[in-house]
């Protein structure tokens, strides 16, 4: 029975990475990316959507055409400054290097490509927003990472549990309601006091360090606790907080 409990854990984790390539796809910061054809050659663009205060952001386009030179305009939406500049020939490759902005401010960019007398703009007619985040400590986001990861793998696990011949409803509902407890009322306020602070001396409100999904996941798995001893078909229970926890992380994180 032991090896079946193991084996549980398998398609749990295959579960979570699976989730976690969706969340990527669909979340607002999934960075712009895309390929179109200049004089039978691919050019091909890559734009993050986000950058850290103090850092620069990188302009990266690639290409087999020599020909092919750039430029860029990023505007600050704070302070309405505008920076404009030529993009730096490489091998294979137009990028440069552009002032990122404090946090909390909104940069309105566009780029574009001269190929003899035409000129394209990449993405076509797009003009890019690129949000400027807090700078977050790398231990945090570690911290971050690793505790998400484990509240999700419990989660699916505890909703796969289901399948067990001889199911532990109770111990597995416990373990995900720690693991919820520990990253969405702890860990997850201090990331977004790194994420979302505008400066040393702002100081953020429970709104702003609380955010709906700190409260959303912990309320989920306590009121699954709470009905595994009201309510007969415990399956259906852990399946829903599971579809519950896992299309919201996908749709909503």
Do not use: C
Not at 6 to 12: E, F, G, T, Y
Not at 147 to 172: C, G, I, Q, W
């Amino acid at each position: 029975m032991k090896k079946k409990n193991w084996i549980l854990w398998v398609p749990a984790i295959i579960i979570v990475l699976v989730a976690g390539s969706l969340n990527s796809i669909t979340s607002s910061d999934y960075p712009v990316s895309g390929t179109i054809g200049a004089d039978g050659k691919k050019v091909t663009y890559y734009f993050e959507k986000t950058v850290q205060a103090g850092t620069d952001y990188r302009i990266l386009i690639r290409t087999d055409n020599a020909e092919i030179t750039g430029y860029y305009e990023m505007r600050n939406s704070r302070t309405d400054s505008i920076h404009r500049g030529d993009l730096v020939k490489g091998e294979g490759i137009l990028e440069s290097m552009v002032p990122g902005g404090a946090s909390g401010d909104s940069l309105f960019l566009d780029v574009y490509i001269k190929l003899r007398d035409s000129v394209f703009q990449v993405p076509k007619e797009t003009t890019l927003s690129v949000f400027v985040t807090g700078k977050i400590p790398i231990g945090i986001s570690i911290l971050y990472s690793v505790t998400l990861f484990a509240f999700l793998l419990f989660a699916v696990r505890t909703a796969l549990e289901s399948f067990n011949p001889k199911p532990h409803y109770t111990r597995f509902v416990l373990y995900t309601a720690i693991s919820t407890i520990l990253y969405s009322l702890f860990v997850l306020p201090i990331y977004n006091y790194f994420y979302g602070r505008t400066g040393e001396s702002d100081i953020m409100s429970p709104e702003r360090l609380f955010s709906f999904e700190a409260w959303y996941f912990p309320l989920i798995w306590f009121v699954a606790f709470a009905a595994l001893s009201v309510i007969k078909d415990k399956r259906f229970i852990l399946l829903t907080a599971g579809v519950l926890t896992l299309g919201y992380f996908v749709i909503f994180h």
